[in-house]
């Protein structure tokens, strides 16, 4: 019987996803990143850990890196999300994604949206001061494959273009 | 999981009003423990959750010697703050020991105060004993593996752990918690804050039910003095502590005039040590006070095999933070 979900446990939510307004009815309980996959068929957004453990599945929140399996898709209402999907612009790619395939950042590749995502906000923070803070400043996303020594060149090389 | 009902309050009075007026009723802030508990472990299982993220308390302001930070400020931004990394630079320390910067763009510093233990018969719905899960029904910790545990403030009846870094120099310094429910307010010093295990470890801090946490105020410290947060841990980052201290020193002509100084990764409740504290000030800035206060601090320890090691290491943490901060290594 607890599969039941009773009318009042559906919420109304409209996302703001890479720049398009999304309208959803969802039960409570759904994450933002199940709305994401599930619902928008926004697939590029991982699920590891499902747990708060891994980074996999971060996003961008107002523009702050978020992670979210650990966020209701109801508390985002009218928020701004940005995927993996919305870094492209014009049909290129965001310069850390260029960085990361130039670098051979990945192996599996499944850490690898989360690793962008989050590489992206570092970089808007200004935590690529050198390679011990970009590692300080990624340690929450983690990469089984080991990937590491390609992934803090790739930002170094970004933060390097950047500041020139 | 279950169901639950999601309504987002509007301001900290209606707010107060939904969660006291409802004992199944739980507030949902950054998530990051709360959302953990309810959908992913299944140990929490409330029939409603009040949104409590869209109340404006994300002010940080300063008034004379204090720092009022409210509820909703995230760790992040606290960590930024100017008179933060000026006036009490291991709160930043702190901060930033803690969690990851997906996290800390999330959890809230009320969170942070309010953060469940890590404990994994805890927060394994399956285990039967668990005294703070379910009172009276043991604690699986004391007799089974158990590492990431306290040995201070703890007991037969629970040895879960405060794991949180920013609580460890807030308690250090005598923050001050602000509180609201449906009559009006009132105000606890953190060290008061916290209540210890004893019989009753469901039971972990003085709120009743539908009090909400609106604000803290964190005394500045003089000018003059220093202050260091040290992690002792696994990994390098985003990992719990084994031990961690707190210290700040204020010393002229090498005689410890002011001294604060309080632990994690060993108590039940973030951990002040008072009697180092008494022992430190007045005497000499030597490595042999710093250890005669390590000894202090750790006098009354309680361990299991797999926590015993916590012990030395807390004291060789202690030493290490005071020489740091200090600068004296005689």
């Known amino acids: 019987m607890e599969n039941i979900v009773s009318a009042d446990t559906d919420v109304d939510v409209m996302l703001r996803v890479n720049g398009r307004a999304r309208r959803l009815r969802l039960d409570s309980r759904v994450t933002l990143l199940d709305a994401l996959r599930d619902e928008l068929e926004l697939t590029g957004t991982k699920k590891g850990c499902d747990q708060g453990a891994c ?27 940005t995927t993996i999907e919305g870094l492209a612009a014009d ?29 992206v906000a570092l970089l808007q923070e200004g935590r690529a001061g050198s390679d011990e803070e970009i590692r300080e400043f990624m340690s929450g996303n983690l990469c089984r494959c080991g990937a590491y020594p390609n992934i803090v060149a790739a930002i170094r090389e970004v933060a390097g273009q950047g500041s020139e | 999981m279950r169901p639950y009902e999601y309504v987002r309050a509007e301001d900290p009075a209606a707010a107060v009003a939904l969660v006291s007026g409802d004992p199944q009723a739980e507030y949902l802030a950054g998530g990051t423990t709360e959302l953990d508990l309810v959908l992913k472990d299944g140990v929490l299982e409330p029939e409603r959750l009040v949104d409590i993220t869209r109340l404006p308390l994300r002010a940080i302001t300063q008034a004379q010697d204090t720092l009022c930070v409210e509820a909703l400020v995230t760790m992040s931004e606290l960590a930024a703050d100017p008179t933060v990394s000026e006036r009490v630079p291991f709160v930043r320390e702190a901060l930033l020991a803690g969690a990851s910067p997906q996290l800390r763009n999330m959890a ?16 394994d719905a399956t285990a039967p004993a668990c005294n703070k899960r379910t009172p009276g029904s043991g604690c699986a910790a004391v007799r089974g593996p158990a590492r990431m545990h306290a040995i201070l403030g703890a007991g037969e009846h629970c040895i879960a752990l405060h794991a949180s870094d920013l609580c460890v120099p807030l308690v250090a310094l005598d923050t001050v918690v602000d509180i609201q429910d449906v009559d009006g307010s009132r105000s606890v010093p953190l060290t008061e804050f916290y209540v210890l295990p004893g019989e009753r470890p469901d039971i972990e801090n003085v709120l009743e039910h539908g009090e909400l946490i609106t604000r803290i105020r964190i005394p500045l410290l003089p000018v003059g003095t220093r202050s260091g947060y040290l992690k002792v841990r696994d990994r390098a980052s985003y990992e719990f502590a084994l031990t961690s201290a707190a210290a700040a020193l204020l010393i002229e002509d090498g005689t410890i005039v002011g001294a604060r100084l309080a632990l994690g990764g060993v108590g039940t409740v973030p951990w002040r040590a008072l009697e180092a504290e008494e022992l430190l000030r007045g005497a000499p ?42 600068g004296v290594r005689s």
């Not at chain 1, 971060?58 to 978020?66: E, F, M, S």
């Not at chain 1, 051979?104 to 850490?111: S, T």
């Not at chain 2, 809230?108 to 927060?123: A, D, H, K």
């Open chain 2, 108 to 123: 809230t510093i009320g969170g942070n105060l309010l953060q469940r233990t890590r404990c994994r018969y805890f927060r």
């Open chain 1, 55 to 81: 980074g996999a599945c971060t996003v961008l929140l107002d523009g702050k890196r978020v992670l979210s399996c650990l966020t209701l898709a109801a508390q985002c209402e009218g928020r701004e999300v």
């Open chain 2, 285 to 326: 800035a030597t490595d042999r006070t710093f250890r005669a206060a390590a000894q202090a601090a750790l006098d009354a320890p309680f361990t299991v095999a797999g926590t015993a090691f916590k012990v030395e290491l807390a004291k060789r943490t202690i030493v290490r933070i005071l020489q740091d901060v200090s």
């Open chain 1, 91 to 119: 049909g290129r790619l965001h310069p850390v994604q260029e960085a990361f395939i130039r670098h051979d950042a990945f192996q599996c590749g499944y850490c690898t949206p989360g690793q962008i995502v989050s590489a």
